[in-house]
């Protein structure tokens, strides 16, 4: 293939990618939305929160590959236009890229409060409905101990 039609391929398929990432998020943040009694059980074409977000997540590796190969077809140009015989300043750019791209790993971690109940297994200990669990509620407790059931039911 000539190189132009490379370069064209491949912004078409950046854009396509970012299209595609932006309309995932989309549906990720606003209507399949995240946490407990959010979007749980919902689908949209048959995939679940989880399943577009592993679609999302290689999307966005797809697209980080494709602006890699853009950037090495248009090298040249880089090099030529932008720096004008100062590589330092492709190199700066360069530099400062990887250092916000990969950045985000270094950051320190905190757990909040969710940690505390083992990041949502608070809601399966306790054998709600819809837990996955053979843990069993406070009341069928109390109902399967031999003569208590009735006693501590009325009591409460």
Not at 25 to 49: A, D, E, I, Q
Request: hydrophobic share 45%; proline share 3%; aromatic share 8%.
């Amino acid at each position: 293939m000539k190189n132009t039609t490379v370069r064209t391929l491949t912004d078409i398929l950046m854009f396509g990618a970012m299209c595609f990432l932006a309309g995932t998020g989309l549906l990720l943040h606003f209507r399949l939305v995240p946490g407990y009694m959010g979007g749980r059980g919902l689908t949209v074409l048959g995939l679940s929160r989880h399943d577009w977000g592993a679609c999302h997540l290689w999307c966005a590796y797809l697209l980080l590959f494709l602006v890699l190969v853009h950037l090495v077809l248009n090298f040249a140009f880089i090099k030529n236009c932008i720096a004008a015989k100062k590589t330092w300043v492709v190199i700066g750019l360069g530099l400062a890229g990887l250092a916000i791209a990969f950045g985000f790993l270094f950051l320190p971690l905190k757990r909040t409060g969710a940690g505390d109940r083992g990041q949502g297994q608070g809601l399966r200990l306790r054998g709600l409905p819809g837990s996955h669990g053979p843990e069993e509620t406070a009341n069928e407790r109390d109902d399967n101990l031999t003569g208590q059931g009735a006693a501590i039911g009325a009591m409460r």
